[in-house]
């Protein structure tokens, strides 16, 4: 079965999101800003989520995650708890 490990940041608009990912492109360190502003309990740990296969993670995140660019920052991504960036840093199929 398929598995990830992606970190993600989670903010309550797409305007908030949009603006951090553009800091991030422009040098900001990923982990630094999910502690900084993530909703996410992840956010303490710079957002990582760990591993996890299809079907843990709302659809919309999981479509993202296994099909998406290895560590290239995703997003926004809407789901039912807000907007997220998302950074794939592994992938097994």
């Given at each position: 079965m398929a598995t990830?490990?992606?970190?993600?940041i989670l903010v309550e608009t797409e305007e908030v999101c949009q603006d951090l990912k553009e800091q991030i492109e422009g040098g900001k360190d990923?982990?630094?800003v999910a502690a900084e502003f993530s909703a996410c309990p992840s956010g303490k740990?710079?957002?990582a989520l760990g591993s996890f296969s299809p079907g843990q993670m709302v659809k919309e995140f999981?479509?993202?995650?296994?099909t998406g660019d290895l560590n290239k920052v995703h997003g926004p991504v809407k789901t039912q708890f807000g907007y997220h960036l998302i950074e794939i840093t592994s992938r097994k199929d």
């Open positions: 990830a490990s992606a970190r993600h990923f982990g630094a740990s710079g957002g999981d479509d993202v995650v296994f």
